[in-house]
């Protein structure tokens, strides 16, 4: 009957062990784990912009034969992934082919949110920073009122306006939101904007634009129907405030009863 190794032994034979040059050992798992882990590497932010049209580079990504980066715009062409192009930089035609490498080092290159200091927790792919700070949540917001003007988060702006021992000390309400309802039995909301223009001189009268829309909520915050309850209004120049040419808006949104 053969005999039946222990589990010590075992684990030793499932180990790899090497040495290196000077004899020390090392356990290739432990090395495989070590390599996939990822490496900081601080490196200039030219290096993942296309060498022609300076966009973003992002997959899939082609290069000359001097290791020059360009965008598919820029490099692509045959459907072998080739193309015969001006290379400015070597400053001749030059074949591009593409990089698979490249590709898997600008899709896994991240950076913090711009809107990092006001909330944002993400990283995002360098190629897509636009896009992301083009609809985070956490973009800073403005109260012109103040001077210097305040600057923070949705959330520090409504902190902001409504801190009772604050500048301005705003009245404010809650409203349940309901989005998830079938559409025939959501909720209307009625939304009025006014605009205001600056203060009139003693005996006239100051203008004002109101625009009144009606709109069903939505299960997705973002993409309510636009075309049933878009708000805008037309003002001339004499509704603008100051040098700067500020709008002043004031907007109230009403549950239907």
């Known amino acids: 009957m053969p005999s039946v190794p222990s589990p010590a032994a075992t684990a030793k034979s499932a180990a790899v062990v090497k040495r290196d040059e000077e004899g020390a050992e090392h356990n ?7 390599e996939e882990e990822p490496a900081n590497l601080d490196l200039p932010k030219k290096l993942f912009h296309c060498a022609a049209c300076r966009a973003p580079l992002k997959p899939p990504v082609f290069k000359c034969e001097k290791e020059h980066f360009v ?3 820029c490099g692509g ?9 001006h290379c400015g930089r070597c400053g001749h035609d030059v074949s591009y082919t593409h990089s698979e490498f490249m590709d898997g080092v600008v899709g896994a290159y991240k950076v913090p949110c ?36 305040f600057e923070g988060s949705p959330a520090e702006l409504l902190r902001h306006l409504t801190a009772p021992s604050g500048k301005h000390s705003w009245l404010t309400d809650k409203i349940k939101y309901e989005g998830n309802a079938d559409a025939d039995s959501r909720p209307l909301y009625t939304g009025v904007l006014w605009v205001d223009g600056p ?14 829309g009606d709109v069903a909520s939505c299960s997705v915050p973002g993409e309510v129907d636009m075309e049933q309850g878009l708000l805008h209004a037309h003002v001339n120049p004499s509704m603008l405030h100051g040098e700067s040419g500020e ?10 009863p």
């Open 114 to 149: 711009p809107y990092k200091q006001h909330g944002c927790a993400s990283s995002i792919v360098y190629h897509a920073a636009a896009d992301h700070k083009a609809k985070c949540a956490h973009a800073p917001c403005y109260c012109f009122e103040c001077t210097p003007p």
């Open 199 to 212: 203060p009139a001189a003693p005996g006239h009268l100051r203008g004002s634009v109101q625009v009144k």
């Open 77 to 85: 062409g045959n459907r072998d992934g080739t193309a015969n192009r």
């Open 71 to 73: 965008c598919c715009a």
């Open 247 to 256: 709008v002043h808006l004031r907007l109230r949104i009403t549950k239907f």
């Open 28 to 34: 290739g798992g432990a090395m495989l784990a070590e």
